[in-house]
T-cell receptor, first 115, second 110 residues
């Protein structure tokens, strides 16, 4: 089956620093990648959708200048949380899709803790 | 009205029971339907992926889609404690935009 990796799996940082999370599709080309955040015992919240080579489309209420998304290749997307604050602490999950008619394959998630 | 409705549970069953998980949806144009399993602090794992109406079976899991009723189900036979997780339904029209249920928390008691 399709495999999506995320790195790092866990990160702890100080308030005000920036954190980059990588999402890779290991055995397929991902034309579309999605970024979600999830708070404890809550459902997935879509943050943004990105297509390779295009600017990401952000969901309402998600600050695009704070959550920078780059999808430079068909196997890699990155999410950078800029000037992180404690309220940004959450579980961030990416997923990838191979295109029309394909489903989403999720990464294992990254737990971000901002002190 | 939400695009996808899913009872959050929690649902608790004894080991060996048959589990039925369900979602309803409002957009009759949805064509692709998925079930994911999510363990605590992990990313969702794809269990079943079906196109249009009908049944699909994979081991102890059976997915059903009834497009006329806008209703999808996931059945788990001979449930095991390792099936304890949150189950998410999802659907899409084209694969560019997905709609998720809120998830049903399942506990299988040994």
């Amino acid at each position: 089956g399709a495999v999506v990796s995320q790195h790092p799996s866990r990160v702890i940082c100080k308030s005000g620093t920036s954190v980059k999370i990588e999402c890779r599709s290991l055995d397929f080309q991902a034309t579309t990648m999605f970024w979600y955040r999830q708070f404890p015992k809550q459902s997935l919240m879509l943050m943004a959708t990105s297509n390779e080579g295009s600017k990401a489309t952000y969901e309402q209420g998600v600050e695009k200048d704070k959550f920078l998304i780059n999808h430079a290749s068909l196997t890699l997307s990155t999410l950078t949380v800029t000037s992180a604050h404690p309220e940004d602490s959450s579980f961030y999950i990416c997923s990838a899709s191979g295109g029309a008619g394909d489903t989403q394959y999720f990464g294992p998630g990254t737990r971000l803790t901002v002190l | 009205q939400k695009e996808v409705e899913q009872d959050p549970g929690p649902l608790s069953v004894p080991e060996g029971a048959i589990v039925s998980l369900n979602c309803t949806y409002s957009n009759s144009a949805f064509q692709y339907f998925m079930w994911y399993r999510q363990y605590s602090r992990k990313g969702p794992e794809l269990l079943m992926y079906t196109y249009s109406s009908g049944n699909k079976e994979d081991g102890r899991f059976t997915a059903q889609v009834d497009k006329s009723s806008k209703y999808i189900s996931l059945f788990i036979r001979d449930s095991q404690p390792s099936d304890s997780a949150t189950y998410l339904c999802a659907m899409t029209l084209t694969g560019n935009q997905f709609y998720f249920g809120t998830g049903t928390s399942l506990t299988v008691i040994p």
